[in-house]
Structures are given as structure tokens and as C-alpha cells.
T-cell receptor, first 116, second 112 residues
Framework: AQTVTQSQPEMSVQEAETVTLSCTYD???????LFWYKQPPSRQMILVIR??????QNATENRFSVNFQKAAKSFSLKISDSQLGDAAMYFC?????????????FGSGTQLTVLP | DTGVSQDPRHKITKRGQNVTFRCDPI?????LYWYRQTLGQGPEFLTY????????KSRLLSDRFSAERPKGSFSTLEIQRTEQGDSAMYLC??????????FGSGTRLTVV
């Protein structure tokens, strides 16, 4: 079974600074997707960034980038120039790319606080 | 509105009562998912529909839970004989392709 581990229940960062959220996962599959989702107090889960395991290049979306280390099964999220609106719960998630299973497996989340 | 809608946003029920939640996905999305999220945890998969067919069910979906998606449009999740352990947020998501989930804002269930 696949598992996703987020070892940082809480993190804080000063506005305009950079923060890195950690995620590790365990799988025997070689072809999969990894995701970071943001869940603000409004509760709607919003996709931040996605990484395909077959791609060596790390995904980037504006101020958000990932460090994907496939051999180490590590997938960290870097947020640059942090803004007050980045404050939320962040979830790392995994999904196998092919086959009948379609569900996401989530980690337990990291609560990010942005300090003014 | 092109988002995923869930109704109600909050539900308080007495233990032993039945509850039903509704999810309206994005209209062109053929895939629909239900997840359960307890406080301080990530969402856990419950079930998955492709069009009207229920293709995956988690072991979390006990026989007190039933989900339907008639005609491949909206979906309902019913919990019979609710227990305090059922208190959670129930999230619905839809997608056209497996990678592109859009989540709703969830229904928070409190069983007293």
C-alpha cells in the first residue's frame, strides 16, 4: 500500500521569505503523480502543483516549486516570496498513473502560518 | 458557477439518524470521488464513479454508507444509523481526466 508522510505538522515563515515543506512517500510503483494541495480555512482543496514521476525536471508554478527526488521518494514544496494569502494547510498527495485505481493518497498535512 | 457544489455545508444530527449529502460536479466531468476528512488529517478516499458506474469502494465505506450517481450527473452519499465516529468533513471532487481534480468545499457532519 502507498503511504504519504508529512513530518512537519506546523511551519511558519515571515512574509516575503522562503519556506520548504517536506513530504516523503512509499510506493513500489514506478509511474505515478505527486501533488501539493492547499486547503485554506474556507475548506476548498486547491491544487498548487503537480509532478509526473517520469519527468526528471522539477515542476514550477510561479512562486511554487518542488524538489522531486525519486530515488529517495522525497517531494518537497518550496514557496518563495511568501504572502499572507499562502497561509493554509498544505497536503502532499500521491496517485498511481495507470490502472483502475483513481484515488489520491494524502499525507496528514502541514499547517503553514505566514507572519507579517 | 463552474465549481463543484456540495449541500449542505453543515449538518448536525443525532446518533442513529440517517443523513444524505449531495454533490453536483462540474457538468462535463465524468469522474466523481468522495473523500472523508477528520480533524487534523488528510482526506481519505471513500468511493469513485465513472459516469453512473461505481468503480471503486474503500474499506472505509461500511455497509451503513451508500453512494449513488444516477444518470452520471449529481451524486448522493447516505449514511444510515449515524455514529459519533462518522463526524467528519465529507469532500466531493470531480474530474474529466484523472489528473485534474476539482474539489468542493465539503459537508461538515457532526453527530451528537
Amino acid at each position: 500500500a502507498q503511504t504519504v508522510t508529512q513530518s512537519q505538522p506546523e511551519m511558519s515563515v515571515q512574509e516575503a521569505e522562503t519556506v520548504t515543506l517536506s513530504c516523503t512517500y512509499d510506493t513500489s510503483e514506478s509511474d505515478y503523480y505527486l501533488f501539493w494541495y492547499k486547503q485554506p480555512p474556507s475548506r476548498q482543496m486547491i491544487l498548487v502543483i503537480r509532478q509526473e514521476a517520469y519527468k526528471q525536471q522539477n515542476a514550477t508554478e510561479n512562486r511554487f516549486s518542488v524538489n522531486f527526488q525519486k530515488a529517495a521518494k522525497s517531494f518537497s514544496l518550496k514557496i518563495s516570496d511568501s504572502q499572507l494569502g499562502d497561509a493554509a494547510m498544505y497536503f502532499c498527495a500521491y496517485r498511481i498513473r495507470s490502472g483502475s485505481a483513481r484515488q489520491l493518497t494524502f499525507g496528514s498535512g502541514t499547517q503553514l502560518t505566514v507572519l507579517p | 458557477d463552474t465549481g463543484v457544489s456540495q449541500d449542505p455545508r453543515h449538518k448536525i444530527t443525532k446518533r442513529g439518524q440517517n443523513v444524505t449529502f449531495r454533490c453536483d460536479p462540474i457538468s462535463e466531468h465524468n469522474r466523481l470521488y468522495w473523500y472523508r476528512q477528520t480533524l487534523g488529517q488528510g482526506p481519505e478516499f471513500l468511493t469513485y464513479f465513472q459516469n453512473e458506474a461505481q468503480l471503486e469502494k474503500s474499506r472505509l465505506l461500511s455497509d451503513r454508507f451508500s453512494a449513488e450517481r444516477p444518470k452520471g450527473s449529481f451524486s448522493t452519499l447516505e449514511i444510515q444509523r449515524t455514529e459519533q465516529g462518522d463526524s467528519a468533513m465529507y469532500l466531493c471532487a470531480s474530474s474529466l481526466v484523472p489528473e485534474g481534480y476539482t474539489f468542493g468545499s465539503g459537508t461538515r457532519l457532526t453527530v451528537v
